[in-house]
């Protein structure tokens, strides 16, 4: 199973990543979000998705709407769903 983790601390750049979730799930990706928002984290949280401390975990794929140094091939969140829609 590939993990994906997905960065953000955009509620608008959540909503159009959670718009592919269930099918990323149906696919067998484990997908789990990363966030310095506390309340990005609360509102995930309730909708039982896997929110979790960047650094503590180990995904396949990257994808942030953020540059971080700690992930330099992280995609973009345009680049990602760009790939989901072709």
Avoid: C
């Amino acid at each position: 199973m590939e993990k994906i983790l997905f960065y953000t601390n955009k509620w608008d750049s959540v909503k159009q990543f959670v718009e592919h979730y269930n099918n990323l799930l149906q696919n067998g990706y484990e997908v789990a979000f990363a966030t310095d928002s506390i309340e990005i984290a609360k509102r995930l949280g309730m909708g039982k998705m896997l929110v979790l401390k960047l650094g503590n975990y180990t995904p396949d794929i990257m994808v942030s709407d953020t540059k971080l140094s700690e992930y330099p091939n992280a995609l973009s969140l345009d680049k990602f769903l760009e790939v989901l829609n072709e």
